[in-house]
């Protein structure tokens, strides 16, 4: 099974991007997935998480700003991110919480102006 995330981009400040993650191969819809990042130097965090039933959790940095949802009919878990900041900026994946599964590319999101 593979998570692929997609939809990064460079954005300015106060922007906003949608990033999607396709899951490929299995169903993960029984199962918690979680929205990470990881910035140049710095370890990979926790960004938003979302159970198999839509409870959602966001990490203080992003909470009134992102907003995770998922479409279990097609597979795929949404990060709605708005009102972008330059320390938002980094690569993102997607994966699940307790199942983990190996790590994808992820997708580059830069906010600059």
């Known amino acids: 099974v593979q998570l692929q995330a997609s939809g990064g981009g460079l954005v300015q400040p106060g922007g906003s991007l949608r990033l999607s993650c396709a899951v490929i191969g299995s169903s993960f819809r029984t199962n918690a997935v979680g929205w990470y990042r990881q910035a140049s130097g710095k370890q990979r965090e926790l960004v938003a998480s979302?159970?198999?039933?839509?409870?959602?959790n966001y990490a203080d940095f992003v909470k009134g700003r992102f907003t995770i949802s998922r479409d279990n009919a097609v597979n795929t878990i949404y990060l709605q991110m708005d009102n972008l900041e330059p320390a938002d900026t980094a690569v993102y994946y997607c994966?699940?919480?307790?199942?983990?599964?190996?790590w994808g590319q992820g997708t580059q999101v830069t906010v600059s102006s």
């Open positions: 994966n699940g919480l307790a199942r983990v599964v190996p």
């Open positions: 979302i159970t198999s039933g839509a409870r959602t």
